[in-house]
């Protein structure tokens, strides 16, 4: 078995948090949204605090960073890709971009790391630091958010 | 990433998932998922090429025009990990007597350091710098050899961080020494475990902690879980 797949049915197993009254936002047009991205990729600037084990805290990433470093702890994924290109994990230069296409709004002014490595319960990520992300990402005027894993 | 989907769409942001695991997906049932069958580590799919990350980019962002949820829509390509090792070349022998993972990390510093002058940055540092590096994988060849792990001066006994710094230093150097297009998926990774000595010396090292009674976490991430 390939690495990738040892890895999708190991995870595809994992206990599934269930939501039964999921929110669901109508978006805005695109073009005037402002947009935000969200990683599970445990990405910080070099400097700044780096992630422990099962940490579910959050990093914020200034939107002009670049110097960022993987601080996810699992072996089980590609670590080149991000070393190759950053945007292969944080498409920060490509929503730039569509900024300047006109095809997004904006680009948000901060964005947001988490680690994907939780705890089984997700528990701090689903009833504490992930709601204080949202609402900060919200407070800085965030419409659309895409979320990347690793 | 689906359970951030619903707890931010809950704070009233319009999200989208780049998921990487369908079946989980479908379980946790985000607002707006786009499956990416790409390699784990590269959600985007593709390293340098501005107009595939854009295309998946536009793909997601299409369905915000979905009327309701929760929306899961397969990207059209797949991209299988190359899971093969790079091509890439190792230094020679230069000190007989030293551990051949030791004389070989040696030999990559200045590859090391090349990568790191033109990134600015490195990942490796969790347990030990660049310096230590081959001092570490001389440890992991003593435990190999018969050496107790908990005395061997691993620090902080943390395996994980310390297995994960001298494959970093490896990645990190091989692919200054890669000509051509970007890698695929775990292609380094595939060569790390099975062109160098260092892998070679971290799968030993690991296999003795396992069967010298260490906890399934001290030994088990010490490499991909495949291996």
């Keep these: 078995m390939s690495g990738d797949e040892f890895m999708r049915e190991y995870s595809a197993a994992l206990p599934a948090p269930q939501f039964s009254n999921p929110a669901w936002v109508t978006p805005k047009p695109l073009a005037e949204s402002t947009v935000a991205i969200v990683t599970s990729a445990a990405l910080y600037g070099v400097g700044d605090e780096a992630f422990s084990t099962a940490d579910t805290s959050y990093r914020f990433i200034e939107r002009d960073r670049r110097d960022l470093v993987l601080g996810h702890w699992s072996p089980n994924f590609d670590r080149t890709g991000v070393q190759i290109d950053l945007n292969v994990v944080y498409p920060i230069d490509r929503l730039e971009e569509l900024a300047q296409r006109g095809v997004i709004g904006k680009v948000a002014d901060r964005h947001i790391s988490f680690a994907g490595n939780q705890p089984d319960d997700v528990a701090t990520i689903r009833m504490d630091t992930g709601p204080a992300a949202a609402a900060a990402l919200r407070k800085d005027g965030v419409d659309v958010v895409i979320l990347t894993p690793v | ?227």
């Design chain 2, 1 to 227: 990433m689906c359970v951030l989907a619903h707890v931010f769409e809950a704070a009233g942001i319009a999200t989208i998932v780049l998921s990487s695991v369908r079946e989980m997906t479908e379980k946790v049932a985000p607002p707006r998922a786009l499956y990416c069958e790409f390699p784990l580590g590269r959600p985007l799919g593709r390293p340098s090429d501005p107009a595939f990350q854009h295309d998946v980019l536009a793909r997601a962002f299409a369905l915000l025009d979905a009327p309701q949820g929760p929306v899961l829509v397969d990207y059209p390509e797949v991209i299988t990990a190359d899971e093969q090792p790079v091509a890439c070349a190792l230094p020679p022998r230069f000190d007989p007597s030293l551990p051949p993972a030791v004389d070989e990390a040696r030999g990559l510093r200045k590859a090391y350091d090349r990568a790191l002058g033109r990134r600015g940055m490195t990942a490796v540092g969790r347990a030990v710098n660049a310096d230590g590096i081959p001092e570490a994988l001389g440890m992991l060849h003593a435990i190999a050899n018969g050496a107790d792990w908990t005395t061997a001066g691993i620090p902080g006994g943390n395996t994980t961080a310390l297995c994960h710094d001298i494959r970093t230093y490896y990645e990190e150097a091989a692919l200054e020494l890669v000509d051509g297009p970007p890698p695929g998926g775990r292609a380094i990774e595939d060569w790390f475990f099975t062109k160098t000595e260092a892998g070679a010396t971290v799968l030993a090292a690991r296999t003795a902690i396992r069967e010298a009674g260490a906890k399934f976490p001290i030994w088990f991430y010490m490499t991909p879980g495949h291996l």
